[in-house]
Nanobody
């Protein structure tokens, strides 16, 4: 059993920055590929970013590429999403997810085994 906690959400003006964190317990983070997804009201959950076990490979959705950075600190069992130049369309509940599979398939939500409860990010114009 893996527990994921996601502090860092909040309200920010357009153009501002936020850093989301995902702290894992129950399993060493280095054994888990990690990802971020988000869901806006009335929309399906969408992929935001993913990172491999070692952090050597990352994937970003086109909508956030160039503005968001995913990283991880396995020694702290924590994964991060640094968000800059935020736009109102980034407003959503952001979810941290962990993948126990051997092969890395970051964009597929069905491959993730554990999910955080989500944190609200609201970007005002």
């Amino acid at each position: 059993q893996v527990q994921l906690v996601e502090p860092g959400g909040g309200l920010v003006q357009a153009g501002g920055s936020l850093r989301l964190s995902c702290a894992a317990s129950g399993r060493t983070l280095s054994s888990l590929a990690m990802g971020w997804f988000r869901q806006a009201p009335g929309k399906e959950r969408e992929f935001v970013s993913g990172i491999s076990r070692s952090g050597g490979s990352t994937v970003l959705a086109d909508s956030v590429n160039g503005r968001f950075t995913i990283s991880r600190d396995n020694a702290k069992n924590t994964m991060y999403l640094q968000m800059i130049s935020l736009k109102p369309e980034d407003t959503a509940v952001y979810y941290c997810a962990a993948d126990t599979h051997f092969n890395w398939d970051p964009q597929s939500a069905t491959r993730y085994d554990y999910w955080g409860r989500g944190t609200q990010v609201t970007v005002s114009s």
